[in-house]
């Protein structure tokens, strides 16, 4: 079964300091990886997604991903966090094969500080 | 063009109360999901339907039913409410252009649900 792992609930940077979320998966095939934001009291949208194509994936608002597969990782970075950024953020994990089912983890909460 | 709606945004039941849960959503997408949020949890997948006129179930389906009424409306129904089932509810849709589950999945605004 497929599984992300993301470490750290919380997440705590100053308004201008580089942001990094981090996010592991658990595949036996390398999956397709997506990372999704939740603003206060809304749905989720998405940030980037990596379908194989390029390892660094560029998403909007700033951030980008790189997937490396060696370290089974696929962590979310933005160089300089805005008040904005604040939000929870979701990994989600789908197989390349069959109907798309996501798989969440259990997401980061993004404090940002001026 | 208002995306994927849901109804009621919040809602109080009773233990044992019934009720159901509506999503809609303009974007002529083929498939819909319904996911409950739960503290520490992140989303799981309660039921899905991969096109007008299929549902599956997915992680976590027990306590629920779905309907997927027409392409644009599927329903999640509370038989038996439970203090269990107090969540945040999101609907999602996404088009399903092809096989490789490289889609985006759209999110509603979600429904908060409390049972007492």
């Known amino acids: 079964a497929q599984s992300v792992t993301q470490l750290g609930s919380h997440v705590s940077v100053s308004e201008g300091a580089l942001v990094l979320l981090r996010c592991n998966y658990s595949s036996s095939v390398p999956p397709y990886l997506f990372w999704y934001v939740q603003y206060p009291n809304q749905g989720l949208q998405l940030l980037l997604k990596y379908t194989s194509a390029a390892t660094l994936v560029k998403g909007i608002n700033g951030f980008e991903a790189e997937f490396k597969k060696s370290e089974t990782s696929f962590h979310l970075t933005k160089p300089s966090a805005h008040m904005s950024d604040a939000a929870e953020y979701f990994c989600?994990?789908?197989?390349?094969?069959?109907?798309?089912?996501?798989?969440f983890g259990t997401g980061t909460r993004l404090l940002v500080s001026p | 063009n208002a995306g994927v709606t849901q109804t009621p945004k919040f809602q109080v039941l009773k233990t044992g109360q019934s009720m159901t849960l509506q999503c809609a959503q303009d974007m002529n997408h083929n498939s819909m999901y319904w996911y409950r949020q739960d503290p520490g949890m992140g989303l799981r997948l309660i039921y899905y339907s991969a096109s007008e006129g299929t549902t599956d179930k997915g992680e976590v389906p027990n306590g629920y039913n779905v309907s997927r009424l027409n392409k644009r409306e599927f329903s999640l129904r509370l038989e038996s409410a439970a203090p269990s089932q107090t969540s945040v509810y999101f609907c999602?849709?996404?088009?399903?252009?092809?096989?490789?589950?490289?889609?985006?999945?759209?999110f509603g605004p979600g429904t908060r649900l409390t049972v007492l």
């Open positions: 989600a994990v789908s197989s390349r094969t069959g109907f798309q089912k996501l798989v």
């Open positions: 999602a849709s996404s088009p399903l252009r092809n096989r490789d589950s490289t889609d985006t999945q759209y």
